[in-house]
């Protein structure tokens, strides 16, 4: 700028013309520079300097005259320049809108896509559905591909349904309070299950949250298949509360289902029958014949205590050959000790080996249940009366009167 205004000077000398006219370009560029600062203040004032210096050293003219042009041509300048430059800065401005919004429109562009590859490709069932005034589900708005093979629908008959007609909840209006809980928690997960086309109930954990979809509140699920879990689940439970040589209740299973057992008494008011026993002779069949062959007898035994009793009475292998059976109190005694040995020594017969067993017994009410440890320790005191008694037998041979073990 500095530049630009010596040579306008040393040119203006050579120009047959007034000051008004020599100095007016200038000056109006200077002004334009410092209303716009596109050339910055000091560029601007240095070009007024230079201007005049020059333009005094070789032309007689008033000062007043002078300082008048300057005012006048430099603020014809200011208004240009800044003129200009609030023409320049919105351009720059609505470009800068433009651009931005461009970006957004891509990256919202991008975001449908990926949500859309999301939605088709998830392995869980994902579906989209709407809420009436009372918070009541409407029909589903989106489906995917996941959510048909689970049901048993096709795309467009999902898209018919409403997500009552898929729920098959363990508790009544479960999906009801989903709903509310919903309203207030944004987004929720839980258990449930969903009925198929052919009426199968598949188990499902379900999450569940409120989204925003062209205006209008919605409602986005994603229901995964749990039934490979809910088996391992109920395979584990079975090998932590049953015995897995007989299939009875091992002694956790006994002492977890005992309390079901009181429960049962005292709603029936019927008396029960609690039956401890050991099998006789049992090492020695491990030391003659094997473990395997133990075994054998263990799980015939087993098979026998299931033969004698009811499926609701508990029947639970301890540990080692000890067995207890809790059970209704039958009315006659003896058609059960009859029953119960017709049964042991059928076991016997199937496995080849003469097998007994030497039990103790105590009949009580529901109240009699509460304590499982001391219950046991009255029982395996008379089962161990009832096996002095039978080896006494053996040695001396039977009594006069035979009585009923325990």
């Known amino acids: 700028m500095a530049a630009c205004a010596l040579l306008y000077g040393a040119v203006a000398l050579l120009l047959p013309q007034s000051a008004v006219e020599v100095l007016g370009v200038p000056l109006v560029v200077a002004g334009a520079c410092l209303g716009g600062l596109r050339g910055g203040v000091l560029t601007a004032l240095w070009a007024i300097l230079v201007t005049t210096v020059s333009f005094f050293v070789l032309h007689d003219v008033p000062i007043g005259f002078y300082a008048m042009s300057v005012v006048a041509y430099a603020s014809v300048g200011v208004g240009l320049g800044w003129t200009a430059e609030r023409v320049v800065s919105q351009r720059r401005s609505l470009l800068g809108a433009v651009a931005e919004l461009q970006a957004m429109q891509v990256q919202l562009r991008a975001s449908q896509k990926r949500y859309r590859l999301l939605f088709e490709a998830s392995n869980d069932a994902v579906y989209l559905h709407g809420l009436d005034a009372d918070g009541e589900p409407t029909r589903f708005v989106a489906v995917n591909d996941s959510a048909s093979r689970l049901l048993g629908y096709s795309r467009e008959e999902l898209l018919g349904l409403t997500p009552r007609a898929i729920d098959a909840p363990a508790t009544p209006g479960q999906l009801r309070r989903v709903m509310e809980r919903l309203m207030h928690e944004d987004r929720i997960v839980y258990e449930s299950a969903r009925k198929t086309r052919d009426g ?37 439970e079975q090998l932590s509360l049953h015995d897995e040589l007989t299939g009875l209740k091992n002694r956790r299973g006994f002492y977890v289902m005992l309390p079901e057992q009181g429960k049962r008494a005292r709603r029936s008011g019927a008396r029960v029958v609690v039956l401890y026993g050991d099998i006789d002779g049992f090492k020695a069949v491990n030391d ?31 540990g080692g050959d000890e067995f207890c059976v809790v059970a209704e109190a039958p009315s006659e005694p003896a058609v059960l000790v009859r029953r119960l040995d017709e049964a042991i020594a059928a076991a016997g017969e199937e496995v080849g080996l003469a097998v007994t067993l030497s039990y103790g017994t105590v009949v009580t009410d529901w109240r009699g249940l509460d304590d499982p440890d001391e219950l046991l320790t009255r029982t395996d005191m008379l089962m161990y009366e009832a096996k002095r008694a039978r080896q006494a037998e053996q040695r001396d041979g039977p009594p006069p009167e035979v009585a009923i073990r325990a």
Do not use: C, W
Request: aromatic residues 2%; hydrophobic residues 40%; glycine residues 6%.
């Open 288 to 318: 003659n014949y094997g473990h395997k062959r133990g075994d054998d007898v263990l799980k015939a035994l087993a098979d026998a205590l299931r033969a004698a009793f009811r499926e609701t009475d508990l029947i639970a292998r301890l």
């Open 200 to 236: 199968q109930e598949v188990p499902v954990e379900v999450s569940s949250s409120l989204t925003e979809v062209d205006g209008a509140l919605m409602v986005l699920s994603i229901s995964r298949d749990i039934a490979g879990r809910k088996r391992t689940e109920r395979r584990l």
